[in-house]
T-cell receptor
Framework: AQSVTQPDIHITVSEGASLELRCNYS??????LFWYVQSPGQGLQLLLK??????LVQGIKGFEAEFKRSQSSFNLRKPSVHWSDAAEYFC??????????FGTGTSLTVIP | DVKVTQSSRYLVKRTGEKVFLECVQD?????MFWYRQDPGLGLRLIYF???????EKGDIPEGYSVSREKKERFSLILESASTNQTSMYLC???????????FGSGTRLTVV
């Protein structure tokens, strides 16, 4: 079955440390790939997206993500985490002619 | 910026009531979506619409219906609310299929 997997349910990092959130998908073709962030009590905000071309994409709030076709992965990274980055992060994929599929999310806690 | 407005942030309804969740977007987007979000399950698609008067079932349409009489408005209807419909409901819109969504802030519905 086609799916989007975020293997880490919860991650805790220290403020100033680097961050990597994992996302894997299982589709035959390369889908469009997205990362969203959801602050408590809020809707989802688009961080970045990948359609084609350069496999390293830059997003808002200092985030970036790298598409690796060989690993079917689209991991989200940030070199130095801020306390305001504490939120839930969702990976999503879109396959042409189909619909969006979201991962189950990774909750990020930032400790001082 | 596109704005997607959900009329209520919090709702408490009784079992068996008919519930309307309203969503309005202000950027002439063709595509609109309703998701529910539950801990550990991520976002699940209830219904979507690619045009006025058009609706398609998503992954979990049972117990729900929708209405799209005008392009900017997409309503989710719970014909007879049940306690297992207690959830966060998120509306989203997009200009083109496969492009990133813009989400509303969500409606947290509690059915008692």
């Amino acid at each position: 079955a086609q799916s989007v997997t975020q293997p880490d349910i919860h991650i805790t990092v220290s403020e100033g440390a680097s961050l990597e959130l994992r996302c894997n998908y299982s589709y035959g073709a390369t889908p469009y790939l997205f990362w969203y962030v959801q602050s408590p009590g809020q809707g989802l905000q688009l961080l970045l997206k990948y359609f084609s071309g350069d496999t390293l994409v830059q997003g808002i709030k200092g985030f970036e993500a790298e598409f690796k076709r060989s690993q079917s992965s689209f991991n989200l990274r940030k070199p130095s985490v801020h306390w305001s980055d504490a939120a839930e992060y969702f990976c999503a994929v879109y396959l042409a002619g189909n619909q969006f599929y979201f991962g189950t999310g990774t909750s990020l806690t930032v400790i001082p | 910026d596109v704005k997607v407005t959900q009329s209520s942030r919090y709702l408490v309804k009784r079992t068996g009531e008919k519930v309307f969740l309203e969503c309005v977007q202000d950027m002439d987007h063709e595509n609109m979506f309703w998701y529910r979000q539950d801990p550990g399950l991520g976002l699940r698609l209830i219904y979507f619409s690619y045009d006025v008067k058009m609706k398609e079932k998503g992954d979990i349409p049972e117990g729900y219906s929708v209405s799209r009489e005008k392009k900017e408005r997409f309503s989710l209807i719970l014909e007879s609310a049940s306690t297992n419909q207690t959830s966060m409901y998120l509306c989203a819109s997009s200009l083109l299929q496969g492009h990133g969504y813009t989400f509303g802030s969500g409606t947290r519905l509690t059915v008692v």
